[in-house]
C-alpha cells in the first residue's frame, strides 16, 4: 500500500515571476470545463515534479470573498488528489497553472471532479 504525502507546501507553489512570464509565453494550453490550464516543463529543475498556480479572475469574479473560496476549494481538492498527477508524470518537471473560468461558484465534491477530470486530462497531454 502507498503512503501519500497529502500537503501542498510551498515548493510545489508556482511563485516565480520569470517561471510565470515563461508559463504565458511559450506554454501549451488546455480547456477542461471550468478550467483553462496552461503548462510547460520546468527548465530550472527544481525538486518537485509539479509546480501549481491557481487563479480565478477578477473579470468573472468581483468579490474577493468568491474568488477566495475558489481558490480554498480548488488547493484542497488538488492537495487530496495530487499523486494522481505526481505519479503519473514520473521525473518530468512541469508547470501548471489552473484558471477557473466558470461564472458558478460550485461545491467542494464538484470541484473535486473537475479537479480530477482536468488532472488526468493533463496526464494525457503531457504524455502525449
Do not use: C
Not at 492537495?79 to 514520473?90: G, I, S, V
Amino acid at each position: 500500500m502507498a503512503i501519500f504525502n497529502h500537503s501542498f507546501p510551498k515548493e510545489e507553489r508556482l511563485t516565480s515571476k520569470v517561471a510565470i512570464d515563461q508559463l504565458f509565453n511559450n506554454g501549451n494550453s488546455l480547456n477542461v470545463k471550468p478550467f483553462k490550464i496552461r503548462w510547460l516543463r520546468d527548465l530550472e529543475r527544481s525538486t518537485v515534479n509539479v509546480k501549481v498556480l491557481i487563479s480565478v479572475p477578477k473579470r468573472i469574479f468581483k468579490r474577493a470573498v468568491d474568488r477566495n473560496k475558489l481558490k480554498r476549494l480548488f488547493r484542497e481538492a488538488y492537495r487530496l488528489n495530487k499523486h494522481l498527477l505526481n505519479n503519473k508524470l514520473d521525473n518530468k518537471k512541469v508547470n501548471v497553472m489552473f484558471v477557473y473560468s466558470s461564472p458558478k461558484i460550485i461545491s467542494f465534491s464538484e470541484m473535486e471532479s473537475y479537479v480530477v477530470d482536468a488532472m488526468n486530462e493533463l496526464v494525457k497531454k503531457i504524455d502525449g
